[in-house]
């Protein structure tokens, strides 16, 4: 009927109006945050599979607002991408991890690469490549370890500028890589066209790698065609030894998750990796 029509149009206004009213909260909320600092990274090891070594990092954003319990980047960075606040957010991640490669090479330890996450936003919409370039300048980052990671759903956004824009930063040097593969539609050989040098497979695939045939046998085409298109492969959320053998017997080249550790803070950091070899 008309009357409950009526009803329906006001729910939906009331629903949509407290969705408007809590992104406004959330806006301020992250726009206060950066202000007061209350952003950080936390590190998760990138171990190599053949050695143990942990021969990189990825950093990962937290927010620890000062009275409440840490923020997941699940729950604030759709929001920060809506709001364009994931650019000056970003920016922070970029220069923060780019600081922190220095002062752990500056502390005498081998070099470290470090992986940083580009948001759609970030990688699309505006000039990153001219972002990363002034960042490495101004902070003596060694752009051979540096990766940057994007998301395979972001690349098919608009291949024609992401092949653009990631040429421009291999030319200084960084490293690129495709972040959570196999959960979006390109193929392998569609990767062909980017200049990226490695491939991350998406947990998701990880997870049940040794109780679903599927997953085993999509992990293992991927290995074997990255490898054939001269690509690094890393493996995300190995959680289980069973998965770590799985993944060394098959040829993966390293692997991030719980079963060697979860991200922590940089200072944990430290005691994971190698005294440089000509430092005494
Ligand atoms: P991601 O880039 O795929 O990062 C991997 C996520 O998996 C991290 O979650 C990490 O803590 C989690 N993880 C690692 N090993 C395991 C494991 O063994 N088991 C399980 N269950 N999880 C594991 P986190 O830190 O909550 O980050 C979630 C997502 O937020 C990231 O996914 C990334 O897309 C985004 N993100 C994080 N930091 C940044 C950033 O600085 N900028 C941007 N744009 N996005 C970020
Ligand atoms: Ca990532
Ligand atoms: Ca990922
Ligand atoms: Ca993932």
């Not at 008309?2 to 009331?14: P, R, V």
């Not at 699309?124 to 994007?150: H, K, M, N, S, Y």
Request: proline share 5%.
């Amino acid at each position: 009927s008309k009357g409950q029509g009526g009803n329906h149009h006001s729910f939906y206004t009331a629903e949509m109006g407290a969705q408007a009213v809590e992104h406004l909260r959330m806006e301020g909320a992250l726009q206060r945050a950066l202000q007061r600092q209350e952003f950080l990274l936390y590190y998760q090891p990138v171990v190599d599979i053949g050695s143990g070594v942990v021969s990189g990092v990825e950093a990962l954003l937290r927010w620890q607002p000062q009275d409440r319990p840490m923020v997941s980047p699940a729950d604030f960075i759709p929001l920060a991408e809506e709001t364009g606040l994931i650019v000056p957010i970003g920016d922070w991640v970029l220069e923060t991890a780019m600081r922190q490669q220095v002062a752990w090479r500056e502390a005498g330890l081998s070099p470290v690469r470090i992986s940083v996450n580009l948001s759609a936003r970030q990688f699309l919409g505006q000039d990153v490549a001219q972002r990363v370039a002034a960042l490495l300048a101004g902070t003596g980052c060694d752009p051979a370890f540096l990766t940057l990671e994007i998301t395979e759903s972001v690349l098919m956004e608009n291949p024609a500028a992401a092949t653009e824009t990631m040429g421009r930063l291999a030319a200084m040097g960084v490293q690129l890589a495709i972040d959570d593969f196999g959960t979006g539609y390109s193929s392998l050989a569609s990767l062909k066209r980017f200049p990226i040098h490695s491939l991350k497979i998406d947990r998701s695939f990880v997870m049940d790698l040794t109780r679903d045939a599927d997953d085993a046998a999509i992990v293992n085409a991927v290995i074997a065609l990255a490898h054939s298109m001269k690509l690094n492969v890393i493996a995300e959320g190995v959680e289980t030894d069973e998965q770590l053998a799985f993944l060394q017997r098959h040829g993966c080249d390293q692997m991030q998750g719980y079963c060697f550790s979860r991200p922590v803070e940089p200072g944990r950091i430290e005691a994971m990796l190698q005294p440089a070899k000509n430092f005494h």
